[in-house]
Antibody
């Protein structure tokens, strides 16, 4: 059974840092890309960023709202994905979800598709 | 990058059907999308991936009541024999130019 468990959330002051972890089990972690998605209270889903598997270069992509402040990394030996969040702002307050992504093809089209979600961890940025 | 347009809400009676729409912006009508369900107070759950051809592939454990279809830039999620547990927010998402995009979500109410 695929499981994604986030940890590391909590209350943090503006300008400070926090690192979230996503521990995966039930699949070969190194074969998959991973993403972080957040949801502010009462709002919709917002993509934060993404890290490809080593087979696709292990490279990262970020939403404009977090680029330069957030960094995603992975430790395939431990089956963990990380989200390092620096220079936090009050607007970063949200539940943060870890997701598993796989590349899917249809004719000439391809797309990364999220096929599993973690349960989320709440990050509150407040003084 | 694409924009995904969803109606804000939909409602239908218990046991009936509801069809949700996710519309891809101009120039992106061939894109693959995914549908996700978020029940109140819970994490989202993957329902299916849906191609422009209308072919879809559901996630593990997703009931047969959920199906997908496509027409041009529109991607549909149909829920048949609506149950109380189907009352939830439904989001579509896609990927383009190294960016993931979500629709704004449709809130489904079961009457």
């Amino acid at each position: 059974e695929v499981q994604l468990v986030e940890s590391g959330g909590g209350l943090v002051q503006p300008g400070r840092s926090l690192r979230l972890s996503c521990t995966a089990s039930g699949f070969t972690f190194g074969d998959y890309a991973m993403s972080w998605v957040r949801q502010a209270p009462g709002k919709g889903l917002e993509w934060v960023g993404f890290i490809r598997s080593k087979a696709y270069g292990g490279t990262t992509e970020y939403a404009a709202s977090v680029k330069g402040r957030f960094t995603i990394s992975r430790d395939d030996s431990k089956s963990i994905a990380y989200l390092q969040m620096n220079s936090l702002k009050t607007e970063d307050t949200a539940v943060y979800y870890c997701t598993r992504d796989q590349l899917t093809f249809a004719g000439y089209s391809s797309s990364w598709v999220t096929d599993y979600w973690g349960q989320g961890t709440l990050v509150t940025v407040s003084s | 990058q694409p924009v995904l347009t969803q109606s804000s809400s939909a409602s239908a009676s218990l046991g009936s059907s509801v069809k949700l729409t996710c519309t891809l912006s101009s120039g992106h009508s061939s894109y693959i999308i995914a549908w996700h369900q978020q029940q109140p107070g819970k994490a989202p759950r993957y329902l299916m991936k849906l191609e422009g051809s209308g072919s879809y592939n559901k996630g593990s454990g997703v009931p047969d009541r959920f199906s997908g279809s496509s027409s041009g830039a529109d991607r549909y999620l149909t829920i048949s024999n609506l149950q109380s547990e189907d009352e939830a927010d439904y989001y579509c998402e896609t990927w383009d130019s190294n960016t993931r995009v979500f629709g704004t979500g449709t809130k489904v109410t079961v009457l």
